[in-house]
């Protein structure tokens, strides 16, 4: 439940126009608008670059920084805080550090400090949410909240809720330690939260034949509600998600448990075990992921993928171009690229970046783009002209690539 208090603001102040300026300046490109209407193509240097159809800042993410730089004008003079990253996104965080907004401290052991948060201070919830005790804790120091959670995961909180009063188990398809996951599954009275298919192949065995409780607890000790009992709580339950997963290993989940359920149920008793989650992936996250896809079918030497390196969109966009045997590389901005011929990338599965060399091979080439939804089209300015670079003598600008 949101509250509803003159301290709590969902909708911004009405400033839009007094940041738009400063938003189009930092975000923007006129690189990135010049090849939009070229198709999304560039060529330069024997060099192709193709954009993928759908890339970049979603609605979602541009309301949300949007309504933080809207708060440091609404509140010149008063201490805001941040409780996490506003979105997934090295240059907006770095932004709104520089106009003095706090980002709540996170100690070694992973728990946030809400210690320096006094009375009267201002605090943005981020795109990703917040937890019920997070809401609480706040609530009770009389805090002014500007909640920027995108409307896409407050749907799925909604049918996290409905499982809640309903005492299904919410099954939730995400990282358990993903900002957003945490937040929805702080909303769950029993929840299990399940990271890919072969987790959730895992349950579905414990499902039909049963195992040992005790390694089940420990398997999922870091992904269960307090006081799970899996022969208890997995008998009924309704599939949620975090909103930024691969759409379609959601639908394999959703529908391997729902098999299970039927398997161990029978048709005429499956409404009272369980409940399909609908369509709960962000639209932004889906039209990216369909545009990868499609580029991917094309003729490519090479694929970046641009996007932070704890942005879950962007993880899977870079794992689509991977299923498909392509060479690809994650990479968080243009300073991944050079000096020289090289990139520092994060590999699938890696917790840092590698250095790999050369970048770009010998001879003509053809290069796919795209970007997750927290990613501005400045930054990937910035590495169009890094890739161009390496082959050009000259700073790459509108006026002097040739489309």
Request: contains cysteine; hydrophobic residues 35%; negative net charge.
């Amino acid at each position: 439940m949101l509250p509803s208090n003159s301290k709590y603001h969902r909708k911004g102040f009405g400033l839009k126009d007094q940041i738009q300026a400063d938003l189009s300046r930092e975000y923007e490109s006129d690189l990135i608008a010049s090849i939009k209407q070229n198709n999304n193509t560039i060529c330069h240097a024997g060099i192709t670059i193709k954009l993928a159809q759908a890339f970049g800042f979603c609605w979602g993410v541009d309301r949300a920084v949007s309504m933080a730089y809207e708060t440091r004008r609404q509140f010149p003079e008063k201490q805001i805080w941040i409780t996490n990253e506003i979105i997934h996104n090295p240059l907006v965080n770095d932004n709104l550090r520089e106009m003095e907004i706090g980002f709540i401290p996170i100690s070694d052991e992973g728990n946030k400090d809400f210690s320096l948060i006094h009375e009267g201070d201002v605090v943005i919830l981020p795109a990703f949410g917040a937890s019920v005790q997070e809401m609480q804790l706040l609530e009770a120091k009389n805090c002014e909240v500007v909640d920027t959670t995108c409307p896409w995961v407050s749907r799925v909180w909604n049918r996290v809720e409905k499982y809640k009063r309903t005492e299904f188990t919410a099954i939730i398809h995400g990282k358990y330690n993903h900002e957003e996951t945490v937040a929805t599954s702080s909303r769950a009275q029993h929840y299990l939260i399940v990271q890919n298919l072969s987790e959730a192949e895992w349950v579905c065995e414990y499902i039909l034949n049963g195992g040992d409780s005790n390694l089940f607890i420990e398997k999922f000790k870091d992904a269960t509600s307090i006081g799970f009992q899996p022969e208890k709580h997995l008998q009924r339950m309704g599939i949620a998600n975090q909103t930024t997963m691969l759409q379609s290993e959601t639908e394999q989940i959703g529908k391997l448990f729902e098999k299970t359920m039927l398997r161990k149920y029978g048709p005429t008793n499956i409404d009272e075990h369980f409940l399909s989650p609908g369509d709960t992936i962000c639209d932004a996250t889906q039209e990216r992921q369909d545009a990868m896809l499609k580029m991917v079918e094309e003729p490519l030497d090479l694929v970046i993928v641009i996007g932070g390196y704890n942005s879950s969109n962007t993880g899977h966009l870079h794992e689509i171009a991977v299923k498909h045997k392509l060479q690809a590389f994650h990479i968080d901005g243009p300073d991944c690229i050079g000096p020289g011929n090289q990139v520092s990338h994060k590999p699938i599965g890696s917790t840092s970046s590698i250095l790999t060399k050369p970048l770009l091979p010998e001879g003509d080439l053809t290069i796919g783009i795209t970007a997750g939804a927290s990613t501005p089209d400045q930054v990937i300015a910035g590495v169009i002209s890094q890739i161009l670079e390496i082959r050009s003598d000259s700073k790459i600008s509108v006026s002097n690539v040739h489309q």
